[in-house]
């Protein structure tokens, strides 16, 4: 079937790294843009990144910009999302999404159980 499974987020302190991976099964990720967004308790869905299907264009929320990293490897039917400086503000479930066509809106095909990320000292 059609999943699509996160993996890697954890418990790190204020400044530190990691990088969230996720993994498609059931389709390839060639034809879909394919982002992560992100929801914490009493806060609204915040989209955090976006590539499209080449990997020729990505996007940021404004919040995330200089500090993450999305990238994909279609050979692997993978996406990452590399995550440093890491604020508490980050901590929240983050979700992957595949999207037929371009980086717009949020209009997710298909989309992840999540991972959860805590930043805390």
């Known amino acids: 079937q059609v999943q699509l499974v996160e993996s890697g987020g954890g418990l790190v302190q204020p400044g530190g790294s990691l990088r969230l991976s996720c993994a498609a099964s059931?389709?390839?990720?060639?034809?879909?843009?394919i982002g992560w967004f992100r929801q914490a308790p009493g806060k609204e869905r915040e989209g955090v990144s976006c590539?499209?299907?080449?990997?020729?264009?990505?996007s940021y929320a404004d919040s995330v910009k200089g500090r993450f990293t999305i990238s994909r490897d279609n050979a692997k039917n993978t996406v990452y999302l590399q995550m440093n400086s890491l604020k508490v503000e980050d901590t929240a479930v983050y979700y992957c999404?595949?999207?037929?066509?371009?980086?717009?809106?949020?209009?997710?095909?298909?989309w992840g159980q999540g991972t959860q990320v805590t930043v805390s000292s």
């Open positions: 590539i499209s299907s080449s990997g020729g264009s990505t």
């Open positions: 999404y595949a999207q037929w066509g371009t980086c717009s809106g949020s209009d997710y095909d298909y």
């Open positions: 059931g389709f390839t990720l060639d034809y879909y843009a």
